[in-house]
């Protein structure tokens, strides 16, 4: 198992003249680690992907994999963080107790080293991750010289006046989710129009941001008007203190 000293010395490598020891790090980071998978099982089909993801703590994810077992209508939920450490320290903090989904207190298990085979996390989407910052999160944001306030089906208060977009959320949801599943999609509060979409997968929305910077769909065309960035994972905050 790599220690928690490995994570910080890869995350504090600045010189360039280190590229060599990032890239070794990184590789005993990357493959098929069952250290940073955990497994909520016993979940009812009334708890939705979004109710357990919005409660989670730790760090970014990887993905989120919603696993439906046969002839039952019990759930399970992989969380694949991005990094081990944060794996561990929501396990800590879910073994007090307080992590709860709906008012129901939830206790994570560790994922076995089949899970990780399964479901591998390769270089490539790691190297995306931590040089490029990508993110399971989308930020669209409205050009200021293109917004139109003539027409619209979405209301975003902002700065105490309601703004008008020439596109719904369902809209959205419905041009981004040939990428991927799609766990969200809601307004920001932000001093700009933005909107989040958010995804289970880190793929999808790297695999999205890439085709509208090449303009390569018909995404880039629709969204000509937005700035595509990628946005914060909503599980990229610091896990409760103990008390």
């Not at 490995?6 to 590229?19: D, E, G, I, Q, R």
């Not at 002839?71 to 399970?76: A, D, E, L, Q, T």
């Not at 989407?125 to 139109?148: N, P, Q």
């Not at 089906?153 to 809209?171: A, P, R, Y």
Request: aromatic share 10%.
């Amino acid at each position: 198992m790599v220690k928690s000293h490995v994570y910080k010395a890869f995350f504090s490598v600045t010189n360039p003249l280190s590229c060599k020891v990032i890239q070794t790090l990184s590789a005993d980071i990357t493959p098929n680690r069952s250290d940073r998978i955990l497994c909520f099982d016993g979940l009812t089909n009334t708890v939705g992907l979004n109710s357990v993801i919005s409660q989670l703590h730790g760090g970014p994810l990887e993905r989120v994999v919603y696993v439906a077992e046969e002839m039952s209508n019990v759930r399970i939920i992989q969380v694949h963080f991005f990094q081990a450490k944060d794996a561990r320290a929501f396990y800590s903090f879910t073994r007090s107790g307080r992590f709860l989904v709906n008012g129901q207190v939830y206790y994570p298990r560790w994922a076995g080293g089949c899970i990780a085979n399964i479901y591998p996390f390769p270089k490539s989407v790691f190297d995306e991750m931590a040089y490029h910052g990508a993110r399971r999160c989308l930020t669209l944001t409205r050009k200021a010289h293109s917004l139109d306030t003539s027409k619209g089906q979405v209301g975003i208060k902002l700065k105490h006046h309601n703004v008008l977009l020439n596109v719904s959320v369902d809209k959205i949801k419905s041009d981004f989710s040939r990428y991927g599943l799609i766990v969200a999609v809601c307004p920001l509060i932000s001093p700009t129009i933005s909107i989040s979409v958010q995804f289970a997968d880190v793929r999808c929305a790297i695999r999205a941001k890439k085709l509208f910077e090449r303009q390569a769909d018909a995404l880039s065309r629709t969204y000509s008007g937005w700035i595509m960035t990628y946005g914060k994972d909503p599980t990229d905050r610091r896990c409760p203190t103990p008390l």
